[in-house]
């Protein structure tokens, strides 16, 4: 299970901010990965969110996070030209 607190208040709902607060151990498959935001607060790690819009937080520093990350981000270039 994989869960995320919401911050903010009511009054602040479009400042909407998800954070990380436990860490999945699997590692995602990266065809499904459409983005990521980095977290640094509470843990260090990385919000990678899927075609589905489902927010999935892993460790930063595993070696298969940043391929990952490489790859969403060749794909982003990708689509500008």
Not at 5 to 32: E, F, T
Not at 48 to 54: C, D, L, M, P
């Given at each position: ?41 509470p843990t260090d790690?990385?919000m ?7 927010r ?8 298969w ?11 982003r ?5």
């Open positions: 299970f994989i869960y995320f607190s919401l911050l903010g208040s009511a009054s602040s709902q479009s400042m909407r901010k998800y954070s990380c607060v436990s860490l999945s151990p699997k590692q995602l498959n990266v065809r499904n990965l459409v983005s990521y935001e980095k977290q640094q607060i790690a990385i990678f969110i899927t075609a589905k819009g489902i999935i937080c892993v460790r930063a520093n595993q070696q996070v940043q391929t990952a990350i490489k790859q969403i981000d060749d794909r270039g990708a689509k500008r030209k």
